[in-house]
């Protein structure tokens, strides 16, 4: 709980660096003040490929070890991970209205490929609200876990693979596209994003250690109530 | 009784059920017809458009109708059916195999009656040369549906809402099946190869069957 709190802290503070440096660095030319969305809008993709990663690493760990830490972990990841997205998702739409002048293009792989993503994972959690049974949602969950991240390296090549509207990676090997003061402002935005999203997974798995020993000490409605015995009837 | 054997005889007793029950010929394929029916006439009577969106309309209904092929009753197995099977000693990636070569059977079935549906209804212009192409693209979107329909049904076995779900797990993970059959026929148009969008089909059949076969006990285990 206490390591919860200071990963909280730790990630309030470097979110409040990130969007200081966001809003000090240069305007773009071409994409005038909209270009700062980016900032907010690719940390939060590569959170939440960070996130589904991290789904299909605990699931296969579950199926290997069998242990409930595994399961509480890829939950709580897909559930950031969605959230995470649906920020992206969110933020590319608002970006993409201001500078393309549509929200939604179809000329971008990446838009349509990331909802796809999306809904497989809105299944991964509706699957999980279905089965009542930890062990049976567990074991069901991780096979899930384990092949929905196929699509992960689809979203993030689809700029590659496909002619897109969406632009290429930004920061290569051999170099960035843009100048140093943006450069910095988005890495300080990705430290800042994992941050959250390590903080926010570990909160989440708080909360479902909770419900677990919530839910052991609860007694089902049904075993309040005794079958009378006929000895204990008299008028029969 | 080896792999393979096992793997046949699956396959055969699921034909055979299929058979007697006919879900795929009496219910699902009338069924998606009508919905290539609804089409032009939601659309209005524009020729034009109605030949123009005839592939994109057959891919569309395939895929979304298709689900419901690999999710069909003769392919839910109750529990005492699993417990049969567990005693027989079947091996679980046999099971999968002999699911996805019945499944694959019916849903190529569905989707060539399907193609044949579209072209009189539709009258759609196709590229020169396209049997072939078109026939390679659905067998092996045929496959991959199934075998995602079949793990998709294997890891909601027994919920009370596992068609929903299971078509609500399939549909999205069915993309690049979709995407590689569509833009078959599209390259073929437009002469830019079609080499590409095989390979995607075929990686992804691919990568589902090693996930079937290789996460076969698992998926045993889930659905007790």
């Known amino acids: 709980m206490r390591t919860t709190r200071i990963l909280m802290v730790i990630a309030a ?19 005038g003040e909209f270009t700062r969305i980016v900032n907010i809008h690719a940390p939060s993709m590569w959170v939440a490929f960070l996130a589904f990663g991290v789904t299909a690493l605990a699931s296969i760990m579950w199926l290997i070890f069998k242990r409930t830490a595994w399961d509480r972990l890829a939950e709580a990841s897909v559930e950031t991970g969605v959230i995470f997205t649906a920020t992206g998702l969110f933020t590319g739409m608002v970006w993409g209205q201001a500078v393309w002048g549509r929200a939604w293009d179809w000329a971008d792989p990446r838009m349509a490929s990331t909802a796809v993503m999306f809904f497989v994972y809105i299944g991964y959690l509706a699957l999980r609200k279905a089965i009542p049974d930890p062990i049976m949602r567990a074991r069901r969950s991780a096979i899930l876990g384990a092949i929905a991240v196929i699509q992960v390296p689809l979203v993030y090549f689809s700029v590659n693979l496909f002619r897109s509207l969406h632009q290429t990676q930004s920061i290569r090997p051999d170099g960035a596209t843009m100048p140093d003061a943006m450069v910095v402002a988005l890495l300080v935005n990705f430290v800042a994003f994992t941050l959250l999203y390590v903080a926010l997974t570990a909160a989440r798995i708080q909360v479902a250690k909770a419900e677990e020993e919530r839910a052991a000490e609860t007694v089902p409605a049904g075993d309040a109530v005794t079958t009378p015995m006929l000895s204990e009837v008299e008028d029969v | 009784m080896s792999f393979w054997d096992q793997a046949v005889e699956i396959a055969r ?7 007697r029950i006919g879900d795929v010929l009496r219910i699902i394929l009338p069924f998606a017809v009508v919905a290539l029916l ?9 020729l034009a458009a109605i030949t123009r969106i005839g592939p994109a309309v057959f891919w569309a209904i395939g895929v979304l109708f298709g689900m419901q092929v690999a999710l069909r009753q ?15 000693g079947v091996d679980p990636a046999a ?20 193609m044949v549906a579209t072209l009189l209804l539709y009258s759609p212009r196709l590229p020169e040369g396209w049997p072939i192409p078109a026939a390679a693209a659905i ?7 199934t075998e995602l329909g079949t793990l998709a049904g294997e890891v909601t076995a027994g919920l009370r809402n596992r068609t929903a779900l299971a078509s609500l797990i399939v549909a999205p993970l069915a993309i690049p099946l979709v995407l590689g059959g569509a833009q078959t026929l ?3 148009a437009r002469d830019t190869g079609i080499l590409p969008w095989l390979l995607l089909l075929f990686a992804t059949d691919l990568a589902l069957a090693v996930a079937g076969v290789g996460l076969a006990r698992p998926i045993e285990e889930a659905s007790r």
């Open chain 1, 13 to 31: 503070i470097s979110l409040g660096a990130g969007l200081y440096l966001t809003f000090t660095s240069p305007t773009d030319r071409l994409q």
């Open chain 2, 139 to 145: 067998l092996l979107t045929s496959i991959g549906l």
């Open chain 2, 186 to 188: 599209e390259s073929l």
């Open chain 2, 38 to 46: 609804v089409f032009p006439l939601a659309l209005g009577i524009d």
């Open chain 2, 74 to 88: 003769a392919a839910d197995d109750r529990p005492e059916r699993r417990d049969l099977y567990a005693l027989l």
């Open chain 2, 95 to 114: 099971r999968f195999v002999g699911r996805s070569m019945s499944g694959s059977l019916l849903m190529l079935g569905f989707l060539l009656a399907l």
């Open chain 2, 13 to 19: 007793v699921d034909l055979q059920v299929e058979r």
